[in-house]
């Protein structure tokens, strides 16, 4: 029902037939957000995110991208991450 909208404005993309998430945004260039994780941001996108008002909507859907996104120390990936955007972690 929402896809449409978390493709324009976020970049997730949806195959509704299917039921299965078919891209992710880029937030930063050659970074991956842990995948182990995806489950948990589904599941918190359903339930956190308030869907009846757009302006809430908006900074649900944002906040729950950022915490995906997040750069989690002790990760060798983390690593990979230049250190001006490590620090701001």
């Known amino acids: ?5 978390l493709n324009t404005y976020f970049g997730l993309r949806f195959d ?3 039921g299965t998430l078919t891209s ?3 937030l930063l260039d050659n970074y991956l957000p842990d995948m ?8 918190r996108l ?10 809430k909507c908006f900074a649900g859907v ?7 996104y997040m ?5 060798a990936w983390a690593d990979m ?3 001006e955007l490590r620090e701001l972690a």
Do not use: C, H, N, Y
């Open 1 to 5: 029902e929402k896809g449409s909208m």
């Open 16 to 18: 509704s037939a299917e």
């Open 24 to 26: 992710i945004p880029e």
């Open 36 to 43: 182990r994780l995806l489950p948990m941001f589904l599941l």
């Open 46 to 55: 359903a339930i956190q995110v308030d869907w009846s008002e757009e302006e």
């Open 62 to 68: 944002a906040t729950e991208l950022a915490e995906w």
């Open 71 to 75: 750069v989690r120390p002790g990760r």
């Open 81 to 83: 991450i230049p250190s």
